[in-house]
Nanobody, 123 residues
Framework: QVQLVESGGGLVQAGGSLRLSCAAS????????MGWFRQAPGKEREFVAAVGQNTNYADSVKGRFTISRDNAKNTVYLQMNSLKPEDTAIYYCAATASSFIVNIRARNTYNYWGQGTQVTVSS
């Protein structure tokens, strides 16, 4: 049974940093794409960052967030710096079943999802 478990969320002041982790189990994802999405209240879930053969970022987080992965630990990370109140959301980790990726930013590219971790940025 595949599981993705996020951790590292919390409450932080604007300008602060958080590091999210997503630990995968049940299969290896070393050849898969892994990504982060977020969903704010009343909004759709949106792409944040992903790592496959390359890294890919939403314009809103480029230069502030960094995605990385440790294949030995089957874990993906999201380092978030210079956080803003508009970054407040539930952050979800996701992974693909295949190494063949058409659109790494699309939600329907991903087969596995975590339960999410809350990130709240106060002003």
């Amino acid at each position: 049974q595949v599981q993705l478990v996020e951790s590292g969320g919390g409450l932080v002041q604007a300008g602060g940093s958080l590091r999210l982790s997503c630990a995968a189990s049940g299969r290896t994802f070393s050849r898969s794409a892994m990504g982060w999405f977020r969903q704010a209240p009343g909004k759709e879930r949106e792409f944040v960052a992903a790592v496959g053969q390359n890294t890919n970022y939403a314009d809103s987080v480029k230069g502030r967030f960094t995605i990385s992965r440790d294949n030995a630990k089957n874990t993906v990370y999201l380092q978030m710096n210079s956080l803003k109140p508009e970054d407040t959301a539930i952050y979800y980790c996701a992974a693909t079943a295949s190494s063949f990726i058409v659109n790494i930013r699309a939600r329907n590219t991903y087969n596995y999802w975590g339960q999410g971790t809350q990130v709240t940025v106060s002003s």
